[in-house]
């Protein structure tokens, strides 16, 4: 019996009994990757796409095959997070063939890939579940976004249109002549200067109403007349005594008149600048009323920055976080790697000339093609996307994602794409351009504020951007046609809507021209639009004649309110004028008194009456000495 | 776990019998090519699949494995200066740029200067390790076993019943 055992026991060099584990394993590991492998891999998809989604992934089947090299995802649908009834997106097909020659050396290129029947927001069958939400945080995406959209400046946020609203507004001039009419300067000092003239004029009446008393006069007269007919000595030097009181009186009574003549006239003088005052007060009302209607200087290019600004950095901010995302999965320089000594134990790495080699990863030919669905924004679109690599250096051909189509639910057509993204020199540049021929725009609104709404609907639409980067400096251009828009303006301002209205209907296509140049985080923007420039041009045509208009009934104004006070006050001038040459005659008659007196003062004393009267005059003196009293 | 254990207990075994001298050689010898490599790569991996497929004793493997690797990174500074050398001869570099473009063979890293100089190290020197070993074992079993043998405490544990239930157990099933 232990002869035998050590018959059995005896063996060869090779380990015969690890064949039938080996095979067993082999059988299983066959098993297993054509029964079980591919709905483990759809459940995986299944799984990581539900939680990267955040609603539910659905996957129809997964084929792998191993000696094609070749992989199938069917069926693929991802629920609309927001809308669980409907899919964010469906694919019919998505497949790959790797190239067996590279998988041999690790290598993945795919020699021919598609995805076939892309759609958007189709209806599901059963409403797919949603995850509940995370807590919100900020993404990296975000901020960039955040970093384009910065740059919308202020000036930009401004609502430009409100703003003019308020000038159209304090340019009406009926209602502001209202709300002016108590404020005229000129008005309110010719009032002050009636008031001055009439309560000057009553003094003065009454002053020349003394002073033209001639009863003095008459009796200077009749005393001279009584004094020459005197015959007794003693009482005619009697007589010439009172001649000459009466002749100071006289005299008095005559530089009263001559200063109170002088007082009026010089009161008549300073009265007679008030017209003077008077019009240069209307100059500085028509002035200041003129100033009401001033429009301010509006730079109508930044209107259309204004208005467009926000959508131009939208695709700005698009176009970023596409490159982010680009930068992301496709190394943009990767320079040849140094052969730097690594430390020990990691040895050195030689790098041998690649005769015939492979990038680790390398899409050559990918086939995108959507069908378009009624109802949903789903597209007829068809393009390729080719030469997907790690190593653009290395296969020196850039990648390109170009598509052609239609999007018929949406009245979209002629949509063109192309996406150049060249990593194969030292330098890289991506490039785009995108156009739509034909889309159409139901509504947009330009301007939403409570002042007003301004936009456009059931317009037809074509636009064109072009975009490069090269050296983290973007270069964008962006050309858009709206043909036969319909504009909307809503506004409690009648006039606003009128004269909006009246502009925009001389504006049948808008044109919006818009460039951006410089690095994402200090982009040199500039916009032109027609509707920027012609809403510019006819606001300050519209204002320029409201202010016109105004400036004229603002001088009608003030004419019918100033004309007649004005007149008023002239006339009083003229009535003071009167008092002057009143008091003038008045003057007159005194100093014609004076003279006569003068005059029989000195025929007295001719006459020798005086010299009589001087005798008289030493005898009485002499006989007082006498007396010695 | 299991596995490991019962190589190991059939090393113990194979090396206190009087056969099985080569393979538990070639298993210190493939262990010495393990260990010296200091990543795994395609070559380590045929290695290691010839364990299974010829009888080479695998605990010796194992454990010869485990101690080289221990001991292999005093020799890294060789394994370099030798795999730089080797790399760099410029009559070899038409060869190297072939195997480099060819499919599977750049899986051994042969472009490593330690991959390179630890396996033409290893290789080199797997057969003086083999019959280096040879030698050890006899010498074992010469002066270590024979001694132990001639023991009392070998003798006592022989003439237990457990040894005896052990022994049949062996014989049958072992």
Known sequence: MNEEIKKIKKKGPIRVEAVIPVTIIFILSYVYFTYYFDRHMKKLFEYVGTQANGAEVNVASVKTSFLKGSFDLNGLQVTDATKPTQNLISLQNIHFSYLWDALLRMKFVVEEASITSIQIYSPRKTPGFVLPPKPASPSKIEAIEAEVMGQLKDEFKKNVLGDLIDIIEGGDPKEQLEIIREELKSEKRVKEMISDVEAKKKVWDEKVKTLSDTSKIKEAEEQVQKITQQKNILEQAKGLKDLGDVLKDVQKQYKDIQKSSKELEGEIKSVTQYPKEIEGLIKEDVASLKDRFKVPEIDFKDMAMTLFAKEFLGYIAQARKYQALAKEYIPEKKQEEPLIPPPRKVGKNYEFPVLKGYPLFWLKKAAISSKGTKDTYSGEITGTLTNVTTHPKMIKIPLKLAFDGDFPGLNIRGVHGLITVDHTQSVAKQSADFSIKAFLIPEKLFVNSDKMKFGISNATGSTQIKASLTNNEVDMSWESQILKPSYIVETNSKLAKEMLTNILNGIPTITINGSASGAFKNLNLNINSNLGDELGAGLKREVGAKVTEAKVKIEKMIDEKINAPKNQLMSQLGGNQNLIAQLKNVEGLYKNNEDKIKSEIEKFKKNGQGKALDGLKDKGKKLFKGLKL | ?174
Do not use: H
Not at chain 2, 26 to 32: D, E, K, L, P, S
Not at chain 2, 43 to 60: D, E, K, P, T, Y
């Open chain 2, 1 to 174: 776990m299991m596995f490991l254990l019962k190589q190991l207990f059939g090393f113990i075994k194979l090396l206190n019998s009087e056969t099985g001298t080569n393979q538990l050689a070639a298993g210190i010898a493939v262990g010495f090519i393990l260990g010296m490599t200091p990543v795994m790569s395609l070559q380590s991996l045929i290695v290691f699949m010839c364990l299974f497929f010829f009888r080479i004793q695998i605990g010796a493997a194992f454990i010869s494995a485990f101690f080289f690797k221990f001991i292999a990174f005093l020799f890294d500074g060789v394994f370099d200066s030798v795999g730089q050398m080797v790399l760099e001869t410029k009559s070899l570099e038409p060869l190297f740029t072939t195997l480099y473009n060819m499919p599977i063979i750049p899986f051994t890293r042969f472009n490593n200067s330690i991959v390179m100089g630890s396996g033409i190290i290893s290789f080199i020197l797997s057969p003086i390790v083999f019959y280096g070993a040879k030698i050890l074992v006899f010498k074992y079993r010469v002066i270590v076993l024979e001694r132990w043998k001639g023991t009392k405490v070998y003798k006592a544990i022989k003439a237990t019943s457990f040894y005896q239930w052990y022994y049949k157990y062996d014989q049958y099933f072992g």
